[in-house]
């Protein structure tokens, strides 16, 4: 009747046609069957004859399966956030970046990136870290501002959003103008895109992103019974404050983390779970884990795009995102209008 | 026993309960009365835990509300707000299966005997024919039965009604008022349960309740019998109208009606 | 049903889009170009800090920056170049060798791997990032800082040079270079005046225009050239100055390294205010190539001479 297909096996299986794509498109052709052979070599420990120099090896290995990796992360990271704020602001315009951490994330890798580190693993750690600190400190400003007594209102809380980002926004803008040189790189972070390759990104996010993704689970029904409104959600046994704040933490250190090594990329955490939403409807139970498997296949797409529509030029997939996000977000605006999905 | 002594509880720095105490039983439906104003929606938030008591303290079952966390909270007292504003999305099941809460692991999946304990409510409050429709597309009526079965799979010894008549057509009042009284004196073998149901219609109070409560400005002025409190006597002034009291010759049946003049 | 077409449907416009993405590069197959070899390891120190040691002189080289470009094909490494980014355009022939991005700031690192390097050079304007992806990938990389005047190019020069088995090419080209150089300064020598220069970088807003702020490489030709660079007293390396400043500096000559987009005398002087500058009302308004000295590679002393003769024609006849 209404759920012929499972949501979650189709939302699987489109998952991994992306991931596919994802690794078999790029700058470099690689044939299909040459594809399979590296891989199969791999297994072996040894060189596929079709990869005589290893190229195609190194690039599957070192560039394209762990990108692949930190942008499915990423993507999940975000939509699953997203999600979540949409149900914890109960405003559809809510977005991972709604308190601060892009602004915040911004700020310090500007920062970081005034400063010439040294050429070592913590050199090259510098400007992710620094970002991911502005993007949580940013927050935890946020909700210092937000708190009236014990609880966190979420008027309060946007209200104190917007004021905080304006503010790291305005004076990441000075540090740009005054270190001249480092507009043109400022710029292409703040435009979204991974600056690092290799593992090492994926594992520095990994952590922050799965303990993110396990707490935004928990969330989900708490989420649903908050839509009536904190007294009645507290009276069927919710504790809000706390939920409130486990969301906001979850969401952070998630969209902290994918910001600093994936740049600043929007519009996958309000897209994502709003396609969703309108086909699968809005319990956060399963709006938030299909959110994971949606926003990273969206990510690992438009991804692929990003490489290869102006190849070798890698366009910052934050463009791409925003490209594709707006006529799409207006499309469904218009079929939505009709339908009671808030 | 769910027992409140000598509470002070309010907003900020406005008072509005004071020196409240009463006693709620398992078998008795309470019913609560008073002007508006005096304070009986503040009493039922202090009851659930909502407000902090300047004074006193309510104990459920021997503990103190207030030491008891949410999760613990809600499986002893459940309440039925009034049907208002009810987001939109949800279905009329999905709406009764969040009084489950309580109850559920992690991840808030529903196990079959949830389901089977929502089916039951759900048949109790004769709820289940609308079962899939979005809540918006329902009466007041229907709405305030689904946050009744809501609370009903709650499963709590303590129920507590905020209003639960008031914006309702005179058939489904009764049948509201005559499923509550079910809950405290149930036919089918479930336990009793303690009822407390704040309403605005004195009749409905009279013709229902196993005892009243009056709450005038924050105080209890009297619970006891319905044929105790609900005098014109004392009425009359508290509601600043004149009232009578009227039998019905036929079959004894009482009301008490406000004495109009042409 | 309607649900699963919603789902189908964007897979579908999904599925076109990619369709019309086209893979770049077909990966190069290895073939060692001849070059000289030089006998043994060198190891050299790069801008980095880090230590860089070839066996044998680089056979297949990427230059990641246009400075670098220009310098590779300077000391005669040319042929040996296999690709480079998207800026590099000089010389003629540097535009036929296979693009490997960095118009949007990103390189395509599976272009770079594609080609099978045996080094890779880097300048100033790559990140520490990007040279950590490139030793990720394995391969070779040299980073060249900025050089601060024209000693530091020529040593650049070199060393490239012993990197790519044309140490004594280099020589001849930097003793060439520097000999032009030697030929400005003398020549310079006996100017009698100073004129105040400014070397107009950006003038998109008339009220605040970009230049060139003191110590670094163009300032310092500038210098070299007999001029006294307006921005000389700002307090960054490129930096905006207020028209106001502008008037009471009144420079004699007014350069514009921002006609390579566009920017023409005739626009200058139109500008509100600006027809007060003595540079406007003398005419004193000159077209520059700013990629002779933006680029810190061996055309800067092409540019040296471009600068000396606008500063001091007189000199020059």
């Known amino acids: 009747m209404k759920k012929v297909l499972n949501p979650f096996l189709l939302c699987a299986l489109v998952l991994l046609i992306a991931m596919i794509l994802n690794i078999m498109i790029g700058s470099a052709a690689i044939p299909l069957k040459t594809l399979f052979e590296v891989i199969s070599a791999a297994f072996g420990g040894t060189r596929a004859a079709s990869d005589p120099n290893g190229t195609f090896s190194t690039i599957l290995f070192s560039l394209r399966l762990p990108h692949m990796a930190l942008m499915l992360l990423v993507g999940a990271g975000l939509a699953g956030s997203g999600a979540a704020y949409q149900g914890l602001f109960r405003n559809p315009l809510a977005d991972p970046y709604l308190i601060g951490v892009a602004s915040g994330a911004g700020l310090g890798a500007v920062a970081a990136m005034s400063i010439h580190w040294p050429f070592t693993t913590l050199g090259l750690m510098a400007i992710p870290l620094a970002a991911f600190f502005g993007a949580v400190a940013a927050v935890a400003v946020v909700s210092l501002m937000a708190r009236v007594g014990k609880t966190i209102p979420t008027t309060s809380l946007i209200l104190a959003g917007v004021v905080v980002s304006s503010f790291c926004t305005a004076l990441s803008s000075l540090l740009m103008i005054n270190s001249s040189g480092d507009l043109r790189r400022a710029l292409v972070w703040l435009l979204g895109g991974a600056t690092q390759t290799g593992w090492a990104p994926v594992l520095a996010v990994l952590p922050y992103i799965l303990i993110g993704m396990v707490i935004l689970l928990a969330v989900g029904n708490p989420l649903n019974v908050m839509q009536f409104g904190d007294e009645q959600a507290s009276q069927l046994g919710i504790p809000v404050t706390r939920v409130r704040w486990l969301t906001i933490a979850a969401a952070t250190l998630t969209t902290a983390a994918a910001v600093a090594y994936a740049g600043v990329i929007g519009f996958v955490g309000l897209v994502v779970p709003h396609i969703l939403r309108l086909i699968w409807g809005g319990d956060y139970r399963k709006l938030i884990p299909l959110s994971f498997l949606g926003g990273a296949s969206l990510l690992l797409l438009t991804d692929v795009v990003a490489r290869s529509i102006m190849a070798p030029q890698e366009v910052p997939v934050g463009i791409i995102t925003s490209l594709m996000g707006a006529p799409f977000f207006l499309w469904l605006l218009r079929r939505s209008r009709s339908q009671n999905y808030w | 026993m769910l027992k409140i002594t000598h509470i002070k509880a309010g907003y900020d720095q406005r008072l509005v309960l004071d020196n409240v105490s009463l006693d709620l039983d398992p078998g008795q439906l309470v019913a609560l009365i008073g002007p508006n104003g005096a304070g009986k929606s503040t009493l039922i938030r202090a009851i659930s835990g909502l407000l902090p008591l300047h004074q006193g303290v309510i104990e459920v079952d021997g503990k103190d509300v207030h030491s008891l966390n949410e999760n613990q909270r809600a499986q002893k007292i459940a309440v039925v707000p009034q049907a208002r504003n009810l987001p939109p999305a949800f279905t009329a099941r999905e709406v009764v299966a969040l009084g489950r809460t309580p109850y559920l692991n992690w991840l808030g999946l529903l196990s079959d005997s949830d389901e089977k304990i929502i089916d039951q409510a759900m048949a109790q409050t004769d709820t289940l024919e609308f079962s899939s429709r979005l809540v918006n597309e329902l009466s007041g009526g229907e709405q305030q039965r689904l946050l009744l079965a809501r609370a009903l799979v709650q499963q709590t010894p303590y129920l507590l009604l905020d209003e639960p008549t008031s914006h309702l057509d005179l058939q489904f009042q009764i049948s509201l008022m005559e499923r509550v009284h079910r809950l405290a004196h149930p036919t089918n073998g479930d336990s009793p349960r303690a009822v407390l149901a704040a309403v605005h219609d004195l009749n409905l109070a009279l013709e229902f309740a196993d005892r009243v409560a009056l709450l005038v400005k924050g105080q209890v002025l009297i619970c006891g019998e319905p044929a105790e409190v609900l005098k014109p006597e004392i009425l009359s002034s508290i509601y600043n109208v004149p009232l009578a009291l009227l039998r019905d010759p036929n079959n004894g049946q009482v009301a008490i009606l406000p004495k109009v003049h042409h | ?317």
Request: charged content about 20%.
């Open chain 3, 1 to 317: 049903m309607k649900k699963t077409n919603l789902v189908l449907s964007i897979l579908l416009v999904f599925a076109a889009v990619l369709s019309a993405c086209s893979p770049a590069v077909a990966p190069a197959v290895t073939q060692a170009a001849t070059a000289a070899v030089t006998p043994t390891p060198v190891t050299f120190t790069d801008g980095l800090g880090r230590s860089v040691t070839l066996d044998k002189a680089a056979t297949r080289i990427v230059s990641m920056a246009p400075s670098a470009t220009e310098m590779l094909y300077a000391i005669g490494a040319g042929s040996q170049l296999v690709g480079r980014d998207s800026f590099s355009d000089y010389p003629e022939e540097a535009k036929s060798l296979q693009d490997i991005g960095g118009s949007d700031g990103n390189y395509s690192y599976e272009a770079i791997a594609a080609l099978n390097p045996d080094l890779v050079v880097a300048a100033e304007i790559n990140t520490a990032d990007q040279v950590k992806a490139l030793e990720n990938l394995g391969l070779k990389v040299y980073y060249i800082s900025n050089p601060f005047d024209f000693t530091s190019l020529f040593d650049e020069m070199n060393v490239l040079g012993q990197l790519t088995g044309h140490e004594a090419e280099a020589k001849t080209a930097t003793d060439t270079l520097a000999a032009r150089v030697q030929t400005v300064k003398d020549t310079i020598s006996q100017a009698s005046t100073t004129p105040t220069v400014f070397y107009e970088l950006d003038g998109s807003d008339p009220s605040k225009p970009w230049t060139v702020g003191p110590g670094n490489f163009m300032d310092q030709v500038i210098s070299l050239a007999g001029g006294k660079n307006v921005g000389s007293d700002l307090t960054s390396s490129w930096a905006q100055i207020s028209v106001e400043d502008l008037l009471v500096k009144d420079p004699a000559i007014i350069v514009l390294g921002d006609s390579n987009y566009g920017m023409t005398a005739e626009k200058v002087a139109a500008r509100t205010g600006w027809e007060n500058l003595s540079a406007v009302k003398n005419n004193q308004i000159f077209a520059f190539d700013d990629n002779l000295i933006s680029r810190a590679g061996p055309r800067m002393v092409d540019g040296l001479e471009a600068m000396a003769k606008l500063v001091h024609p007189e000199l020059f006849k």
